[in-house]
């Protein structure tokens, strides 16, 4: 039996479940916080779809028709393809968690059909216009402590390709200067060391010695990049940070995501292997760095119009 699991069919409880399977996610599974709370808030919108309480048990959910009766009602609702889609993703999950813990006789949602989605190419900037960001940021940088974090954290998303949730978890101790590199913690908490760039470690070294310190409070937390309360930075306010500097820096609008992605396909035009991309970006699999050939297929098909006689 898996970690995580131990409930039997007649006491599958809904509230108890769902504890249950929190806490599988969490410690057998390594998934972030923000992950379990998607992961359990589709599972209630499916519950409560089933009219299914606290203290009743799940079983009369537990059927393939009563999950095709829920994406019905989400298709009526106007919902997406990819948030069907996802939904989708997280009852197969859980119905096969379910089944291997004897809450279920059977996986009853192996066989729901997953919609057709878009895949929609990232917004990305331009080498130019990551690089008039960069220097905006570095520009308001002197007088200001929260704008040189941001400054540090937007110099080294653009030069690692970190996620959002990798750099505020970042510690000091992570960094390491003589070698030029960070230590990266991703999903299932799989380690990475990746290198970051001059820049990065001039944006880095100025932070340390010149707002780190007017950040630190009383409390104040061990994280490398501190919020003006001196806990650690949320990935909301880096998020909404970068929004704002996007903005203020004549550049299109992005947010993290949309910075690593533009880290990606600046290696990949520069020459980069693509599995070099995958370890430095901490896919698992090769098929997800791929998308960034899509993105260099944009510049090839403009060079092909231009210069192929029968274009």
Known sequence: MEKGGGLRMRAAKRGQVLEDYRHYLKY?????????????A???????HCHIKEEESILPACSLPAARNWLAQLRAEGQSNTTIARKIAALR???KWAKQNQVVETDFAKQLRTPKTAKNLPHLLSIDQAKQLLAWCESQADNDAVMARDWAIFELIYATGARVGEICALLPEDIDFEARTVRLWGKGSKERIVPFS???????????????????????????????????VSERIVRGRLHRACAL?????LGPHG?????ASHMLEGGADLRVIQEMLGHSALSTTQRYTHVDAHRIIGAYQQAFPRA
């Open 198 to 232: 001059p820049q990065a470690a001039k944006a880095l070294r100025f932070y340390l010695q010149a707002a780190r310190g007017e950040l630190q409070k009383s409390a104040s937390s061990d994280a490398l990049f501190l919020g003006a309360q001196g806990g650690a």
């Open 28 to 40: 057998a599974k390594a998934f972030s916080e923000a992950s379990i709370k998607a992961y359990l």
């Open 42 to 48: 589709d599972l209630r919108g499916w519950l409560d």
């Open 249 to 253: 820096a004549g550049v299109p609008d």
């Open 259 to 263: 910075l690593r992605h533009s880290m």
């Open 93 to 95: 999950a859980f119905s």
